[in-house]
T-cell receptor, first 113, second 117 residues
């Protein structure tokens, strides 16, 4: 069935190191992807998005890579900080013009001091 | 600009009862989506409304329903509550209508945490 999944449920990184969070998606027709960050007790917050006509997009300290050949998405966080500790979700949009998203199960990022 | 507001933030119900959750989107946003978040299943799509019309519905039983009002505010209702309905219910609003293309950022509220005893 259709799914968006994450390879690692928990990722621990040293403060200052780079973090890479991975995601696999199953629908080759998906056109749009978002990474969200969710801190404890809060709703998900938008980090970065990418459309299927791109393979890389950069933001502030974050980069999203899209590999359509293997249906893989990754989020890279440079110089990880304690404030980056949260759960990260990838989401896949499968319905053009609407906001029905399929979310991954999430990866918890722990930043070690 | 105020964000997405959800009420109540926390509530406790017993099995068999029903619950109504409310969501006020960001001013000017016409699309409202609802998601259920549980530790085991993550975020699962419930439904999406635009201009008072349900555009998409997730794979949930008919006990889950929703509606949107002319001012874009939305409510969702769960009837005959079950223990498994305990979850964080998240509302998200969006402003873009990307005709023929997917995508557009969802702005989430803080959620309504429902506990069913």
């Amino acid at each position: 069935g259709e799914s968006v999944g994450l390879h690692l449920p928990t990722l621990s990184v040293q403060e200052g190191d780079n973090s890479i969070i991975n995601c696999a998606y199953s629908n080759s027709a998906s056109d749009y992807f978002i990474w969200y960050k969710q801190e404890s007790g809060k709703g998900p917050q938008f980090i970065i998005d990418i459309r299927s006509n791109m393979d890389k997009r950069q933001g502030q300290r974050v980069t999203v890579l899209l590999n359509k050949t293997v249906k893989h998405l990754s989020l890279q966080i440079a110089a990880t900080q304690p404030g980056d500790s949260a759960v990260y979700f990838c989401a896949e949009n499968m319905s053009s013009g609407t906001y029905k998203y399929i979310f991954g199960t999430g990866t918890r990022l722990k930043v070690l001091a | 600009k105020a964000g997405v507001t959800q009420t109540p933030r926390y509530l406790i119900k017993t099995r068999g009862q029903q619950v109504t959750l409310s969501c006020s989107p960001i001013s000017g946003h016409r699309s409202v989506s609802w998601y259920q978040q549980t530790p085991g299943q993550g975020l699962q799509f419930l439904f999406e409304y635009f201009s008072e019309t349900q555009r998409n519905k997730g794979n949930f039983p008919g006990r889950f329903s929703g509606r949107q009002f002319s001012n874009s505010r939305s409510e969702m209702n769960v009837s005959t509550l079950e223990l498994g309905d305990s979850a964080l219910y998240l509302c998200a609003s969006s402003s873009l209508i990307t005709s023929g293309r997917a995508g557009g950022e969802l702005f989430f509220g803080e959620g309504s945490r429902l506990t069913v005893l």
